[in-house]
């Protein structure tokens, strides 16, 4: 039901798009837009400088506070790269030094299990190690590989809802409003299509990546008050990207000249996406574990079941390695 409600409303915003109203809409966009637009590189390098001094603040963690680590000096590093996103000559170096962070993070945690943080990481350095160089014939694509790392990163998370809906089950139990009254085991996976689908919508025509980007702001942004600033840390760079995403007012997606053929091209996208996406996840994931392995049940040292922090109740995740004190 959920698809095919997002087919529909795709469908429609597709006829809309390339109707007057669509152009009315699109000029509205602009002109609330167009001072972050004009400003788009600058208000990037100052999200990824603000994500980075924000783990530095939380302290002992790998890019995001679900990764933690012991290791003191990761935190000064993720300072450092805060510092380098400020100058042209400065910004591959901190490229670098995402990648390089995901790479020493293996160290501590599954492979499988860093996917999910692997297409944010590699759009975020894609975006710096082109704008570094404005005379080169690829800066014109800054934006785009960042846009495909939050779409792709958005698609693949959105899986975890339907392949372990259960550790979700506790986050729901203790906050039951997140469902707007639906049973739990619907509205998780209805929650993994709509996460699923604006992810995709973002690699689509112009009004229907710029209508998904500002959905995906106000969801991110209402999480904020009940999970807090940890939650806001964690997502920074998707919504700094989204706001850049909302504002651009660049053609997108597949150049159509038919009404017909570009309705049509939805379902097929999406189609394709699953393919890939899904594809992908379930034969990486078949690969690296054994499912017929029975999985040991184990909670937090506290007792707290977890659901975003991998751990050895999670298939694809390993213990948090203990933090001492420094």
Not at 19 to 42: E, M, N
Not at 92 to 121: E, K, M, N, S, T
Not at 204 to 224: G, K, M, P, Q, Y
Not at 266 to 279: E, Q, R, S, T
Request: without cysteine; proline residues 6%; hydrophobic residues 55%.
């Amino acid at each position: 039901m959920g698809i095919v409600l997002v087919l529909v409303f795709f469908a429609v915003t597709v006829v809309v798009e390339r109707s007057p109203a669509g152009t009315t809409i699109g000029t509205v966009l602009d002109r609330f837009t167009s001072p972050l637009w004009l400003r788009s590189d600058d208000f990037m390098r100052a999200i990824i400088g603000a994500f980075f001094v924000a783990v530095f603040a939380v302290g002992g963690v790998y890019l995001t506070p679900d990764l933690q680590t012991p290791n003191e000096w990761v935190s000064w590093l993720q300072l450092l790269i805060a510092l380098l996103v400020f100058s042209r000559k400065t910004m591959p170096l901190a490229a670098a030094g995402i990648i390089g962070l995901w790479v020493i993070a293996l160290r501590d945690y599954d492979f499988f299990h860093l996917l999910d943080y692997l297409a944010l990481g590699v759009g975020v350095a894609g975006y710096l190690a082109l704008a570094a160089f404005p005379e080169s014939k690829y800066y014109q694509y800054r934006f785009a590989v960042l846009r495909w790392g939050v779409a792709i990163a958005l698609m693949w998370s959105s899986l975890e809802k339907f392949a372990y809906a259960e550790w979700f089950h506790p986050l729901v139990e203790e906050r039951p409003f997140l469902t707007f009254g639906m049973p739990r085991d619907t509205f998780i996976p209805m929650a993994g299509v709509a996460e699923f689908t604006m992810g995709f919508g973002l690699l689509w025509t112009a009004l229907i990546r710029r209508l998904s980007a500002i959905a995906l702001i106000i969801i991110f942004t209402a999480a904020v008050y009940p999970f807090g600033r940890i939650d806001l840390v964690g997502h920074a760079l998707i919504m700094g990207t989204l706001f850049l995403i909302a504002a651009d007012p660049t053609p997108s997606g597949l150049k159509l000249k038919g009404l017909v053929p570009a309705i049509g091209s939805v379902p097929a996208g999406l189609l394709a996406a699953l393919v890939i996406i899904a594809g992908s996840y379930w034969t990486l994931h078949g690969a690296f574990y054994d499912y017929g392995a029975a999985q040991p049940v184990v909670t937090a040292p506290d007792g707290e079941l977890l659901t975003h922090m991998p751990n050895a109740e999670h298939p694809h995740g390993m213990a948090v390695p203990e933090i001492t004190a420094q």
